[in-house]
């Protein structure tokens, strides 16, 4: 349910998807308080992907009366792609971010992408040209891998394409969010490519992982998540070849 929406005041939408953050969620409305409270042109919209725990409540409460906070509740958990969309498609606004509802970055990353956006269609955080950018080892790894099979299987020169915090021009937030097939890992990678064969500009800023998430333990396994790696980038380039991306 949409309890309210942006207004002709704000310029940009962060859309935060979150499922089963109880823990953290109380950290996550503190910190978009104070950010608001500094620069009242941002609505922040959360998607509650069908969390089985009291985070939707936690929410409703805290943005009972906002103007610049409001809610989407999805029925049942659908993934973060999913629920990234849903909000894509309610959000209204000149330029649309979105971030991860783990504190993963903080969020004045929001100035640096909404800065590129003046020049850019799109705007990606990479962690690479972060200060600190030797992450979790595991994390590393994996993501490492990942990327050099995107730039080798997908022809794209992007050394980081799965930093959690990304932007967009409204007009190319909503053609890319509408073209986009896959709905695991490869999501963020599936989207890039779709820009890039559209001919949208990408603009690239630090991101910086916050130094206490960078200690959380990974569900990555390198060996058998590997082949699911490959066969979500072979599904892209096939989509592809087959002018799913040219509507």
């Known amino acids: 349910m949409l309890q309210t929406g942006p207004t002709p005041l704000f310029r940009t939408t962060v859309l935060i998807p979150v499922y089963n953050e109880s823990g953290i969620i109380q950290r996550m409305l503190a ?3 104070e950010f608001s409270a500094g620069h009242p042109e941002y609505f922040f919209l959360f998607i509650n992907d069908g969390s089985s725990d009291s985070t939707g409540d936690i929410i409703r409460h805290a943005i009972n009366g906002s103007k610049a906070m409001s809610l989407i509740e999805l029925p049942a958990n659908k993934g973060k792609a999913e629920a990234l969309k849903t909000g894509m498609e309610k959000a209204d606004t000149e ?28 705007a990606i955080g990479n962690r690479n040209l972060g200060e600190n950018h030797l992450r979790n ?8 891998s990942f990327n050099r099979l995107v730039r080798i299987l997908l ?3 992007y050394t980081d394409t799965q930093a ?3 932007g967009f021009r409204k007009v190319a937030g909503k053609n890319l969010f509408r073209l986009f097939r896959i709905r695991d890992f ?4 599936e989207l890039l490519y779709i820009a890039r064969h559209k001919g949208y500009s990408i603009g690239l800023i630090p ?13 990555v396994s390198i060996i058998s998540d590997s082949a699911g790696m ?4 072979v599904k892209i380039i096939a989509n592809g070849i087959r002018g799913r991306y040219d509507e």
């Not at 080892?137 to 490492?144: C, H, L, Q, S, T």
């Not at 490869?186 to 990678?189: E, I, L, P, S, V």
């Not at 991101?207 to 569900?219: F, G, K, L, M, T």
């Open 207 to 219: 991101a910086r992982v916050d130094e206490s998430h960078q200690h959380y333990p990974s569900n």
């Open 95 to 122: 330029l649309i971010c979105f971030t991860d509802g783990d504190l993963a970055y903080s969020l004045d990353h929001l100035l640096l992408l909404t800065a590129s956006l003046e020049k850019n269609d799109v």
């Open 164 to 166: 959690g915090i990304k």
């Open 137 to 144: 080892v595991k994390r590393k790894i994996a993501g490492e």
């Open 31 to 33: 910190a978009v308080q």
């Open 230 to 233: 490959l066969w979500s980038l």
């Open 186 to 189: 490869a999501f963020d990678a």
């Open 155 to 157: 022809r794209m020169p």
